[in-house]
Structure formats: C-alpha cells, structure tokens
C-alpha cells in the first residue's frame, strides 16, 4: 500500500506518518505540504522518495495508492473529492467538510466511484471508546447520559504545536464533530434532538470562544457537551459515560471506572494509539475491498446535527 500524507508535517500529519510505520507492506511514497523547500526538507529527513506544494502532482502519481489529507479544514471536501476524481482512496482528517452541503458532495462522490473514503472520526477507534461499544453491542451496557468536556486555551490561532496557522479551528465543525459523531455511534440513534449556545465571537478570529451543546436520542439518551477555547489548563477532551450498568471515564486511551479505577484495554485493539487505529482500519478496508467503519456516508448523520445546531444557533 502507497501513501500520500497531505498536510505532512502539520501536528496530525506526523501523527498519521508515525502511526503508518507500525502498519506492516504500508510505504508512504509522496508527502504534500505549503511551503516548497519546508516539505522537500521534511521528505529527506523522513527518507520518503517524493514531496510537493501541491496536491496534484502527488495524485499525478502512480506510485499512490492512497491518501490521508491532514490539511486544514476549509480545503478538506475540495481535496477529498479531487483525490477521488484521481482515482485514489483517501482519509480525510476531521472534520471531512465544514457544512452539510459540502459533506454531501464528498459522499456523492464516494458514490459514483467506489472508492474508501474515510473520515478521521477517530474516537470510535480509541481503545476506551472500543471498549464501551463493543460492551454496549453486546448488549452488557447501555447509554444513559454521556457528559463531555472539550477544552483548550487558543486565544491566538495557534495548532496542537502551539505554532501558528494559516487557518481558524471551530468549536462546533471541528471538535463538537467528535463527540457528536460518538454519541450517535456508541448510542445507535441519530440526534431527535440538538442545540447549540454561544459565547461571544473573537473579535479577530470571528469563531465562538464557548460553546455548549445539548443532544437527545429518540430513545431518551442525553449528551452534554461543554467546549471552550479560553481554558487555562489541562488541553484535551473528557469523556463521562453515564450508563445503566456502571459509569466510565474515558480519557484519550484510558479507561477508568466511576471511581477512579483504571480498566485494563490491553486486549481490546492490536494498538493503544488511537490514529494508528485508524489508519488500520482505513489501509484493511482498501485491501478487502469493504466499507470502513467511520465511512463517510457512515459519519454524514453526524454533519447533518452539526448542521442543525448551527441553524439553531444562527
């Protein structure tokens, strides 16, 4: 399997590069990045064979198979559709598209060609959120009430390095995807319910500082779900998984019980790191010919209720 990472050197293009070197016959062959001499230096340092400014001449390529788009946000649909029309299967990071309209095109168009198409929805692949599901599949836990922080400190638009970017994130398409994409997977329902409240803009990025989100399924399962870009400490999401036969905190890769007691997850996927999860599911789909789990039609339902919360909040 050959691989073009777009976005390469971009926090989460090393994750997907470091994570595609523990995943056996998988060769990233190009690497696409914004700034000629920086990707070119970055390819030499990696030893990968070929690098570009842009991603047509990596698509352009016969030795890519595939492609994991790590770019930022606004391009995510324009470029998932473009690798497509290349004939290339591709990984498009979260969130596939920032509106409904364009998550849409990217579906039709994974449609019309067969190809995989992926969306880094990579919280059902972390092995604490694994192992919910596959206890709630086997009919030994149900949701009740899943309670979710998603907090960070980005006053200034800066990326998970803490260097600046060329591109704003958003509170609602891009990390409330997370969660609401995981609700709807780990409860099986899509939202009967959804709204959104908003704090004031950034005067200079013009996004939402604050945000809360409250979900319901139509058989009574409730999300809350609080995120903000002005918290002063610990970065990162918490998960409180409210269920009818005990209650979990889920934190990244670890799992611990309501009290604290950590749960063993040794045994529930072949790796602990949740991205190269993901990739393996993304690189097995296009080996056997088969959908992957966190498709892109699969995750459409959770940009249609992103859609209707930002309705709501206009």
């Known amino acids: 399997m050959r691989i073009c990472v777009a976005g390469a050197y971009g926090a989460f293009g090393i994750k997907h590069l470091d994570a595609l070197a523990n995943i056996d016959e998988v060769e990233v062959t190009s690497v696409m990045g914004p700034t000629k ?3 070119e230096a970055f390819a030499a340092e990696r030893g990968i064979g070929h690098a570009a400014d842009n991603l047509a001449d990596c698509l352009a390529r016969e030795d890519v198979d595939a492609v994991i788009l790590a ?9 998932a559709i473009q690798c497509m029309e290349a004939g290339k299967h591709v990984l498009v990071e979260i969130p596939m598209a920032d509106s409904l309209a364009d998550s849409q095109a ?47 400190f980005r006053r200034s638009n800066t990326n998970a390095k803490g260097e600046p970017r060329s591109w704003t994130d958003h509170l609602l398409w891009h ?14 329902e899509t939202c009967s319910e959804a709204f959104g409240l908003q704090g004031p803009l950034h005067p200079d990025l013009n996004i939402a500082m604050d945000m809360s989100i409250g979900l319901k399924t139509p058989s009574g399962a409730i999300c809350t779900l609080s995120l903000s870009f002005n918290n002063d400490g610990p970065f990162g999401t918490f998960f409180r998984y409210i269920c009818d036969n005990g209650t979990y905190l889920a934190r990244y890769d670890d799992l611990y019980d309501g009290n604290e007691t950590p749960i063993d997850l040794s045994g529930v996927a072949v790796s602990n790191n949740g991205i190269e999860l993901i990739d393996r599911e993304f690189v097995a789909a296009i080996r056997e010919g088969r959908e992957p789990n966190a498709s892109v039609a699969q995750t459409l339902p959770a940009m249609a209720t992103l859609d209707r919360i930002e309705r709501g909040l206009k």
């Open 175 to 188: 990390h409330a995807c997370h969660t609401v994409d995981l609700f709807q997977y780990q409860t099986g």
């Open 37 to 39: 001499a920086k990707i």
């Open 106 to 152: 990217v579906v039709d168009k994974q449609k019309e060609t067969g190809l995989v198409a992926m969306a880094g929805q990579v919280r059902r692949f972390n092995p604490s959120h694994q192992w919910i599901h596959n206890k709630v599949v086997a009919g030994e836990l149900k949701v009740q009430q899943m309670d979710v922080q998603t907090y960070f």
């Open 71 to 79: 770019t930022p946000t606004q391009v995510h649909a324009e470029q």
